[in-house]
Each structure stands twice: as C-alpha cells, then as structure tokens.
C-alpha cells in the first residue's frame, strides 16, 4: 500500500490530483463560475522541509486546467501557505482551510479575501479532493 | 486543536442597567440608532445620562434595516466629522450592524468591507470604543465578532466575523424592548434560537458555546411565548434579551450553519426579515441535517432533552426536536413556510436560482454537519415553499 502513495508535492501527486478534482461534481457544482488561479506553499519548517515547496493549480468554472510544480518565477492570483505539520491536518480534516486561516495555521500570503469567502464551500471541496489521492509525505 | 472565545470584556444586563454609563469614561458619543427607535426615545435617555456627565453628543437617526455599503460610509463620514471617541449604537441588529462596520471605517478608511474576514487584525479602539444597547432580543450582535452588511449593487448579505469588532459593552436593558411589536419580537427571538441551535451543530462547536447554547435554547422556549403574549412583561423582556445574548456569545464563537446560509439569501432576495427567514429555515435544516449526519442527529437530541424530550431513540429526538421547533413558532406566530409568509409562488419561482446561487455564496454554508450541493438546497427551498418537512 504504501508503495502506491504519491509524494506531496511532486508533479505525480498533482496530476493525480488534478484527475481528481476534474472528476468532483461536488467541486464543479461549488465553483462552477469561479476564475482564478493559486499557488500552495509549503513553506520551510527547519527540518522536513528545507526550501519552499510551491504547487501551482489554476482553477476556472469548477474544473482544474493547469497545474505543476511551481517554480520560483510562478506567480498567480492567490497564495496560500503554511508549514508541513499544517498541511498534514489539512489533508486529514482536522482543521479546515477557513478555520486554519483563522489558527493561524495558514496565511493568505496574496489575494482578495472577499473573493475567497464566497467560495468558502469549494475551498471545502479542494480539500476534501486531496483525500482521494493517497499521499506520502515527505516526513514519512 | 486552538480555539479561541471572546466575548465583551462586560454585559449590563437588568432593570435600569443603563446607568452603567454613568462610569464609562470618554468625552464625545456618537449614538447610532434608525429614525423609530429615535421616535420612542431611548437615544435621548441614554444622551441625559451622559450629557448630566459633561459629555458631547450626536445622535444619527439614519441606519437602515439590512445596511448597505454606502449607509455605512455615510455614518462612519458624521462619525469622522464629529470626531467620535465613543460610538453607541441604539437598537436591532442592523443599528448594531451599521455601527460596527462605520467603526471599522472610522478607523480604517483604507479597508474594503467587502474584503473584511476574520483573519485581518484590524487595529481598532485608537479612535473609538463601541457600547451596543439593543432594542430587540435576537441578533445578539451585542457581544458578537459577526457583522452582515449588503452590496449595493447586488444586494447580496456580506456575513463575516473579526474578533476586534466585539463591542467593548453591551447593556441589556429590558425597557428597551417593550415597544417591539408582537411579530418582530417572534421573528427576533427565532433568530436567537436559530443563533444558538446552529452553533451546536456547527463543526467549529466548541465546550464553551456549547454552554451558551444550552442555557439559551431553555430560555427561548421558556420566555419567548411569553414575551410576545405580553410585551410589557418586563421579566421576559429581560430574559430573552440574556437568551438572545448567550446565543450571541454562542455562534460568535462557532459560528452558525446551513440555515443562515438559507435565510441570509431570503433575506437578500425577498426582503423578508432575517429573523422570520433564519426561523424558518431552521426546522427544515434540523430535518436535512438529521438525515445524514449522525453528529448531528446527536447534537440536536441533546438539545431535544434541554426541553424535556425523553425519547431515546437519537434521531428521533432529533426530528422531536424540529417538530417542537414548528410548534414554537405557530405559538408565536413566525411563518414555517414561504406560503404563510405570503411570498407569491411566481415570486419565490422567478428568484430560485438566485436564492440558491447567493446560499451557496455564503460562508456558513462550510459550517454545516452534512455536506451538500446546489440541487439539495433547490430542493429544500422547493419543500420550504408548502412546508413540507425534509425527506432526504
């Protein structure tokens, strides 16, 4: 099993990813007139992860039509960041990406956040589709 | 996980509580309040006890039910004329709305209000601290982080919360609130229900409002009928403002669910009152929640017990728990369907889409325990329509 798990971020992970999300009505349905694209960081803790890790997703009227691994130069709408551990319980449902904002766990580093509370439920959504791809990090 | 509770640093609550304000100290009060509430005087009893204390005053009557961005502006521009050190907002909770969005202006006038969000810290208390008084028992905005302010263009509700926003006093003054009309005072005491009920269904419940919400619920059941049978009766005047107060205190610290999601879009769309339409959706949600979510069917059975169900079944109570929902509100006459309220089918037809497009904008939605799309919210508006009770 543990063998067939991606690892969080690498283009594996975000091409399945992508499928995902492209197959979630749920999402589709929650952000069908939403434009706009992201880039995720995972930002330096110290000791699992040394240099920013950045996943660029750019996403238009409920589908997914681009993503990668981002490089330094990529720039996008909105970031949103935070350190690995946080990550982690994103991805288990712990906290939830507008309660993690409001924790602390995660920074808008850049983007309108009036835009982003009306599509709190697909944010919703994003996160329940990364529960669908089976992850390793890089801690593990 | 961390969590935090904030509520006002003190609450006034009792006959003649008012007189708190003999020991606030500042020099110049900007009294918030719309033209009715002026009318029955409470703003000038307030302005005696702090002008017998050498205070400067103004009174601005001009707050409109559901604000809008530009109603805002224009109180925070005579609030910013006057040089305000105390702001006092008078009245329901679109006078308390108005008052904590002007302030943030007051304070801020670099801020977007429709890019507010909870995450900001906001900074606020350099020019101004905000006492709120209210004149009806529902909103709780008096000690709550929560404000709701409208887009002028599309009218939509803008619903967030930041922790600076909490008043710094909030004084529960009975006397208040005996003028409300019979049906405001139900459709304001629903709203407080609705307040409390969805906070402990919420997925950011938490121990503390979880205490509020119990406390509250009793009392709503317990006072609302007699606040609206009686309006002079000043001893439940007084509760139901405590009710609607820890109700505040309730969803300002886990925040509310699918049916304000629901009635902030009737809201915006029908023009009904927010009470009336938070109340009324929220049997319905109680229904639809219980339905899938055995985390839900749990939390409102435990709230079925507060008023003396005793039926073990959990989802049982649960649906016990709606039905004695609907029977509060036909004993106090808040519609339980759009037809009682009198919205024309064409009318609620011809809005459909939008009433389901701005509830899948709103960020309660994300709060709520069982997870949905586009087509259940249709559905439950379409059964809303003849008060028929969820089956799905």
Redesign the interface.
Known sequence: MGDDKLEFPSDEWVEKYVEVVNSS??YE??AHDWEGDFIFVVTPDGEHVKEPMRLYIDLWHGKCRAARMATPDDDAEFTYEGPLKNWK?LFDK???P??G???RKF??GKG???K??????A??ELV?ATTLVPTKWPDE | ???EFTVPPKIAFGEDSIEVLETFQGKSAFIITDGMVNSLGYPDRVAKILSDNRWNIAIWDCAEPDPKVSNVRDAAEAMRAFEADTIIAIGGGSVMDTAKAAWVLYERPDI?L???????ELGLRKKARLICIPTTAGTGSEVTKAVVIRDDETGRK?A?INTDMVPDLAILEPSFTKDLPKSLTAYTGMDALTHAVEAFVS??KNDFSDACTLKAVQMVFEWLPKAVENPDDLEARGKMLVAANLAGMSFSNSQVALGHSLGHSMGAVLRLQHGLAVGMALPYTIEFNTNDSDEAVKNYAELARVIGVTLKNPKRAAKKFAEMVRELMDQVGSPTSFKAAKVKKKDFKANLDKLVDFS??D?A??MNPR?F???ALRKIYEYMYDGTPIDF
Not at chain 1, 116 to 121: E, N, S
Request: overall charge neutral; charged content about 25%.
């Open positions: 009505k749920a349905d929650a319980l712990k906290i939830d507008i309660k904002l409001m924790q920074k808008l309108d956040m009036g982003i509370m009306r599509y709190t439920k944010a919703m329940n | 996980m961390s969590w977007d429709a890019a507010l969000n909870p995450f900001e803008m967030t997925t950011w899948m904008q960020a939605i994300t997870n799309e586009s087509s």
